[in-house]
């Protein structure tokens, strides 16, 4: 690899990473600290920031050293862990959206309590536990196994995980394509529908009410109209289940999130497809690489952007930090 390209991915590591842990950090900080942000969804979204954590500081400590060195060619034991920790954090992160994703639906789209006994706090607690156990479990029998060996890749220069195309794409089409262009779309979705009916119900209850308003002002006092108010009434009853602006505007966070993590992982399925047909380059694979370490320090930047909350928490823990001697 050219020196120019080894440079700059140091650099990219670095900046990166830095990015990266100041941001969630102060997301993990503004969690904890802030009683508007404390719910089932945003406890989900604190085990994302503790992936994209342990990621950025991979891309700092891990990352640069090893583009300095040219990887670990001797040392197994580190090629092995630089291959099976991302892998570890990737699954976990994929896992945590899919859990968000089905988290937002039931809260908009059942009742509270179907949501509160399916995604309460204890329940939330437990799946996170079982999110990290599961897809650690999954990697060390890939590890032990030999199903997916860490090999040495003297062309890229790093390790890798060296795994037959057509189990590679089983693996992928399970942990990245369908839950991340599938089953998350298909929730949303459902989520924005219900949304949408939710908006006509209220609208057609408000056109209802001003038009039984009218109808009082003209008639006046005319018995007449009362059993036509009556009906009214029960047509347009307020639903059983009323979403509030709050919850509407929370649930553009995960989404964005989404998106944002479906595009940054678009190059490594486009090399994974191509490579079976053509040779690609080793340039390409970088740079399909570092889509998907930047993806870890774009998240915390995206909760301010997308969330009030989230602004209002951050300014208020850097003011403090800044008032500190």
């Known amino acids: ?18 990015f990266g842990v100041f941001g969630n950090c102060i997301a993990l900080v503004a969690l904890a600290a802030t009683p ?4 089932t969804c945003t406890a989900l979204i604190g085990n994302l920031c503790a992936t994209d954590l342990i990621t950025a500081i991979q891309l700092l400590f891990l990352m640069t050293p090893t583009q300095l060195n040219k990887g670990f060619p001797e040392n197994w034991a ?8 991302p892998t570890t954090t990737y699954s976990v992160s994929l896992t945590t959206l899919m859990f968000i994703a089905v988290n937002r639906y039931l809260l908009i789209t059942r009742p509270r309590t179907c949501f509160r006994t399916c995604c309460g706090s204890k329940q939330v607690a ?11 479990v999954v ?6 196994t030999g199903v997916s060996p860490a090999v040495y890749d003297r062309e890229g220069q790093g390790c890798y995980a060296e795994t037959n195309w057509w189990l590679g794409t089983i693996t992928l089409s399970f942990y990245v394509v369908i839950p991340a262009f599938v089953v998350v779309p298909l929730l949303y979705g459902l989520t924005v529908y219900a949304v949408r009916a939710s908006h006509r119900r209220v609208h057609a209850r408000n056109t209802t009410g001003e038009h039984a308003s009218a109808a009082l002002s003209v008639q006046g006092s ?4 009362i059993p036509s108010l009556s009906n009214n009434q029960n047509v347009t009853a307020p639903h059983p289940h009323q979403i509030s602006k709050r919850e509407i505007n929370f649930t553009k966070v995960p989404i964005l999130i989404f998106t944002v993590f479906a595009v940054c992982w678009m190059p490594q399925l486009i090399y994974h497809i191509g490579s079976r047909f053509v040779k690609v380059s080793v ?38 930090c800044k008032r500190r001697p």
């Open 139 to 144: 990697v060390v029998l890939s590890a032990f």
């Open 126 to 136: 437990v799946h996170i536990a079982l999110i990290w156990f599961i897809n650690f």
């Open 36 to 39: 508007k942000l404390r719910n």
């Open 222 to 225: 005319d018995t007449r109209v």
């Open 78 to 85: 580190l090629c092995k862990f630089m291959v099976y920790l």
């Open 1 to 18: 690899m050219h020196p120019v390209w080894i440079a700059f991915m140091c650099v990219f590591y670095i900046v990166v990473g830095f």
């Open 283 to 320: 340039y390409y694979r970088k740079v399909a690489l570092l889509f998907i370490w930047a993806n870890s320090a774009i998240n915390p930047y995206l909760y301010a952007w997308t969330n009030r909350n989230f602004r209002q928490a951050y300014k208020r823990i850097l003011k403090n």
